[in-house]
T-cell receptor, first 112, second 112 residues
Framework: NAGVTQTPKFQVLKTGQSMTLQCAQDMNHNSMYWYRQDPGMGLRLIYYSASEGTTDKGEVPNGYNVSRLNKREFSLRLESAAPSQTSVYFC???????????FGQGTRLTVV | KQEVTQIPAALSVPEGENLVLNCSFTDSAIYNLQWFRQDPGKGLTSLLLIQSSQREQTSGRLNASLDKSSGRSTLYIAASQPGDSATYLCAVRPNNNNDMRFGAGTRLTVKP
C-alpha cells in the first residue's frame, strides 16, 4: 500500500519558471491537501480539496493553483516561481476533512 | 485565529527516560488533535488522533492526552529509545474550519 505519493522529490527552478507538483493517494480518501513547511513556522495549508470536484484556499494560497484531477490525484502548480516559494511541500489526504490525515514524503523545492 | 505552540523546541534525554512533550492551543473549540512524527528529510507519520470528546489515546509506548478547556495536549513517551529521535508535531483541527493548524514541533534526541 503506497499511501500518498508525491513527485518529484527534489526540484530546482529559476525565478519565473513554472512547474506542477503531483500527488496521488491510493486509500480512497475524499479529502486532499497541500501544505508547505518552512523552518520555524510549522506547516501551513496552501489549498485543499474536501471532495472530488471542489477546491478551496487555505492560509497561504497566493502564487499557487491546484487541480483535483480525480479522486486519487491533486496537483499543485506554481505559475511563476519566486524565491519566497523555496520550501518543502507536502501533500496529505484523509477520508473526510475531520479524520486522520496521512502525508506524503514531501517535495523539496528551491527557487533561485 | 487558532495558534498552536509546542514547548520546548528541542529536548535531549538519555535512553530509557520517560518524557512528556507539550502542545498548547489558543481556541478550545476544536474537532480533534493529531500527533505526528517527522524524521529528517521525511514526511509526517501519524502517531495518534484524539477526538474532542476523548481524554486520551494510547499506542504502544505512546500516550496522548487532551484537555480542551485548558487548551493543552501532552504526548507521553515511555522508556525512550534512540529510535524515537525525531521531530514531533501536533496539529489541531478547529470545529468550523477546514484548516488543520500545526505547531512548529519539538525536536527530540534520545542518547544511547
Amino acid at each position: 500500500n503506497a499511501g500518498v505519493t508525491q513527485t518529484p522529490k527534489f526540484q530546482v527552478l529559476k525565478t519565473g519558471q513554472s512547474m506542477t507538483l503531483q500527488c496521488a493517494q491510493d486509500m480512497n480518501h475524499n479529502s486532499m491537501y497541500w501544505y508547505r513547511q518552512d523552518p520555524g513556522m510549522g506547516l501551513r495549508l496552501i489549498y485543499y480539496s474536501a471532495s472530488e470536484g471542489t477546491t478551496d484556499k487555505g492560509e497561504v494560497p497566493n502564487g499557487y493553483n491546484v487541480s483535483r484531477l480525480n479522486k486519487r490525484e491533486f496537483s499543485l502548480r506554481l505559475e511563476s516561481a519566486a524565491p519566497s516559494q523555496t520550501s518543502v511541500y507536502f501533500c496529505a489526504s484523509s477520508t473526510f476533512m475531520n479524520t486522520e490525515a496521512f502525508f506524503g514524503q514531501g517535495t523539496r523545492l528551491t527557487v533561485v | 485565529k487558532q495558534e498552536v505552540t509546542q514547548i520546548p523546541a528541542a529536548l535531549s534525554v538519555p535512553e530509557g527516560e520517560n518524557l512528556v512533550l507539550n502542545c498548547s492551543f489558543t481556541d478550545s473549540a476544536i474537532y480533534n488533535l493529531q500527533w505526528f512524527r517527522q524524521d529528517p528529510g521525511k514526511g509526517l507519520t501519524s502517531l495518534l488522533l484524539i477526538q474532542s470528546s476523548q481524554r486520551e489515546q494510547t499506542s504502544g509506548r505512546l500516550n496522548a492526552s487532551l484537555d480542551k478547556s485548558s487548551g493543552r495536549s501532552t504526548l507521553y513517551i515511555a522508556a525512550s529509545q534512540p529510535g524515537d529521535s525525531a521531530t514531533y508535531l501536533c496539529a489541531v483541527r478547529p470545529n468550523n474550519n477546514n484548516d488543520m493548524r500545526f505547531g512548529a514541533g519539538t525536536r527530540l534526541t534520545v542518547k544511547p
